[in-house]
């Protein structure tokens, strides 16, 4: 008895060795995750969560681009329409800046004019979800199958063409499960390195505020996100684009977030996405 006692109790103890300082401890894949960034002051590389450090890249997951160069790419959360999304467009084309807008299946419906307009002047319309829920807590395949689909389909339907494979995570929030499930649907996970408190449509920040807080967070292969619901956003986008380049930066399309040294022909070999002259010509009809 007294052996067995003490055979038990060395057992236990190995185990509790064994997890507690050999074995490596990992979320479980299921678990729901928020996404967040570890900003380290102006002009340096945010630090991406350690919660998903060791998964993130397999699962083609991104928070940065090209971080070796003053690369930043401009994205847009689109999740209602509140009247700046023309305004935003008009800047953009006056300051040549590329950008991505992820939309959900309500947006394309409700806004065809202006998902056209995003195609034509040569912005990537990316997805976020046909009812914007958390990706982490569909664990069902073909559910969250469709909350894809729906939106590839609304948006075919409208343009004609395929939706480029770019997802961004409403809420941002994610499992490694669900990280896993977008990329076997040929997505690529975007999350961000920037983004600041724009979407309280009845509290805005201040532009100088804004400006300030765009202009500090910009960094050598920064993901932005902004939200088209800000009045603030619109506002100084201008001045911001004008600032950041200023200060060295080139805007450049998620097309390029695995190279950015990729020439324009090779981008448009490995994605079904035309730059503005070619798109002018392809969506005539479109926009009759």
């Known amino acids: 008895m007294k052996l067995l006692k003490k ?4 057992t236990m103890l190995f185990n509790f060795f064994m997890t507690s300082t050999l074995l490596p401890v990992y979320a479980a894949d299921t678990n729901e995750l928020n996404w967040y960034y570890m900003a380290k002051g102006k002009g340096n590389v945010a630090e ?23 690369v930043i790419y401009l994205t847009f959360d689109e999740g209602y329409e509140n009247g700046n ?27 065809p004019d202006l998902i056209k307009r ?34 590839e389909e609304a948006y075919k339907n409208l343009i004609g063409s395929d939706m480029p494979k770019y997802f961004r995570p409403p809420m941002g929030k994610y499992s490694k499960q669900s990280l896993e499930m977008t990329k076997e649907l040929g997505y690529k996970t975007i999350f961000w390195s920037f983004a ?31 939200h088209a619901v800000s009045i603030t956003n619109t506002n100084v986008l201008k001045t911001v ?14 097309d390029y977030l695995d190279n950015s040294n990729e020439t324009e022909a090779e981008a448009q070999a490995k994605f079904n996405y035309a730059p503005q002259k070619i798109l002018a010509q392809q969506y005539t009809t479109i926009n009759q």
């Open 7 to 10: 055979t038990t109790c060395i």
């Open 48 to 70: 991406q969560p350690k919660e998903s450090a060791d998964f993130l890249k397999d699962c083609a997951g991104y928070y940065v681009g090209d971080t070796t160069q003053k």
């Open 85 to 111: 999304t023309g305004k935003i467009l008009d800047i953009l084309k006056e300051v040549e800046v590329p950008a991505a807008f992820f939309v959900t299946k309500p947006y394309i419906d409700s806004q």
């Open 196 to 226: 600041y408190k724009d979407w309280l449509v009845n509290s805005q920040p201040s532009e100088s505020y804004a400006i300030e807080k765009i202009t500090n967070g910009g960094h050598p292969g920064c993901i932005m996100l902004l």
């Open 118 to 151: 995003m195609v034509n002047e040569g912005h990537i319309v990316g997805n976020h979800s046909v009812h914007h829920p958390s990706m982490a807590s569909i664990h069902d395949k073909e559910k969250f199958k469709a909350e894809f689909t729906g939106v």
């Open 241 to 254: 684009i004008e600032s950041l380049k200023a200060d060295g930066y080139v805007f450049k399309s998620l």
